[in-house]
């Protein structure tokens, strides 16, 4: 970016040159949706009470509670920690997906309570818990690559 160039930052990306507004907004528009759902990048939150695509940007010491259906958790490579839980699922839920990341030293890492389907857990490693992965009455749940480490059970 040249001096006295005018240039805007938004979601990390640097536009520079004419700026009009109707640019802007197609470009919040493009970074907004990834593969038709909304993406939200969270930081520090307790409840995902919205359907969508969530990422985390940093690591969480706080349980998370996924209250809605449809719902894909990135953990981005980063740590749930803290709290009773790591990562709550709500009962009667439905199509959630949580992957990439790790949950450390709590009572259940990730708890999928009763009456839940079509869940998909990828990617993901539970240490340190009393319980890695607890499942209570779930239909068409899918582990996939998942690490059970020093937990005292794993599922």
Known sequence: IEANERFIILAGLIYA?????????KLAEQIKFEYGQPKRTLYDFTTINSSGFYKLASDVINQITISVSNVTLDLNGHTVSGGSHGIVIDSGLSNINIKNGT??????????????????????AAKNCLRG????????????????VTNTTGI
């Open 17 to 25: 040159g004419d700026i009009y507004a109707t640019d802007i907004e």
């Open 103 to 124: 949950i450390d030293g709590v009572t259940d890492g990730l708890q999928i309570n009763s009456g839940c389907s079509d869940i998909t857990i990828t990617n993901v």
């Open 133 to 148: 992965i607890k499942a209570q009455e779930s239909h068409n749940a899918v582990i996939r690559n998942c690490h059970l």
